[in-house]
């Protein structure tokens, strides 16, 4: 069993990387994978050793900071100096209007490779009134919703109000049935998904939207299902409109893989990536979106009901790590799926040095032949939309607003 760190103060000189890094790690042939939760404040701009003073006043009390990489080995090592000054930055992007340009600097400038512990702090001067506070690690190190606790006891004035912890569950038979049939499927030959199908630049190009998070909800209640379910029927005919602009034909449901959160209670500040993927077929051949969500809902009410979440995590420890990695690398390539499609809730919202942030958005970048990575993030009364595309999908910067079209017609009676 893993060590549930934070609970008693002790720390072990090392740690075993689990499953899911190790997939992480061999997945990018051993370099970073940003991994960036970044947060918009309108109001004074703290200053850049302010910032400093409270990463150093909070570094040492939260456990993930005080672990590096040790890649040759596949471990994390604890260290037991953090000098603030090697990991707090700043920049200024005085036209960034939409927090593009701050998304794009944080997955394209290079992450240290050294004895540190692969995180930094970014403060990033915006517009006349508006800065972003950022948070950033690599993700074979770290999940989002890990992220999400650790940026929370890092910056934040108040600690609580972050996502729910996930109790380990049973898994059902028809669960492990269905993991065992997505491991068999990773193994088998491509998938096709013409939209997110060819050759990759290794360039992306990063796309923000907002919307009421009251909205969302609205729609769930009115259609019964979830804000996930909303988001990912309202991505799928967004990707259907996208794609029939461009090409005149009908997109077939496009295959996509789904993180969810194993953290367990106890393990909110632990290193290490707590989670397990489910691969999901958005309906893009529905025209409908109201259909589309129906389909949605079916399906993801599926992977709740047989504790697929569960499954995978049985499945995952239960194999030799190396074996698990390759299979959970396989589960996530781009010929397997079209990319990842997140949902972390990140709960209150995160207030630093008095001032609340307006927005909250986590992303990382693509790997794995992977072209396109899409996120919703809610805080508080916001959700944020978040695609992360290769350049080569050179008019991907359409879906947010397609997303938000798609959003309407749920909303029509």
Known sequence: MRPHLGTDGRLPPSLSMGTADVAF???????????????????????????????????????????RIARDRRRFRRVDRISADRHVHEAWLPEDTDGSATSRLMLSRP???????????????????????????????????????????????????????RPPGRPTAHGLAD????????FRGPTAK???????????????????????RAIARDHGGTVTDVYLAALAHAVRTWYLKGTGSAHPPLPVSIPMSVRAPGEEYAPGNRMVTARLLLPCDEESPRRALARVVARTGRLRESRRRDAMRLLLS????????????????????????????????????????????????????????????????????????????????????????????????
Do not use: K
Request: hydrophobic residues 40%; negative net charge.
């Open 318 to 413: 239960a194999a030799p790590r190396t074996l698990g990695a390759s299979v959970g690398t396989r589960l996530v390539h781009g010929a397997f799926v079209a990319g990842p499609v997140s949902s972390v809730n990140f709960g209150t919202a995160l207030v630093h040095q008095g001032l609340t942030a307006r927005r909250a958005a986590v992303f990382t970048s693509v790997a794995s032949g992977i072209r396109c990575v899409t996120t919703l993030t809610s805080q508080h009364d916001t959700a944020c939309l978040t695609v992360v595309h290769d350049e080569a999908l050179a008019t991907a910067d359409e879906l947010p607003d397609l997303w938000l079209g798609a959003l309407l017609e749920l909303e029509r009676p």
């Open 111 to 165: 992450m240290g490779t050294d004895d540190r512990p692969p995180w930094d702090v970014w403060l990033v001067h915006g517009p006349t009134g508006r800065h972003t506070l950022v948070y950033r690690t690599d993700h074979a190190f770290q999940d989002g919703v890990g992220a999400a606790y650790t940026a929370r006891a890092l910056l934040g004035d108040h600690p609580e109000g972050g996502p729910a912890p």
């Open 179 to 186: 993991a065992l049939g997505e491991v068999a499927a990773a």
């Open 194 to 216: 013409p939209a997110f199908d060819g050759e990759a630049t290794g360039r992306v190009d990063v796309c923000h939207t907002d919307t009421p998070l009251a909205r969302l």
């Open 25 to 67: 790690h061999m997945a990018t042939g051993g370099r970073p994978l940003p991994v960036a939760f970044a947060f918009e404040f309108e109001g004074r701009t703290p200053t850049l050793d302010a910032l400093r003073a409270r990463v150093a006043e909070r570094a040492h009390r939260v456990p993930t900071l005080r672990y």
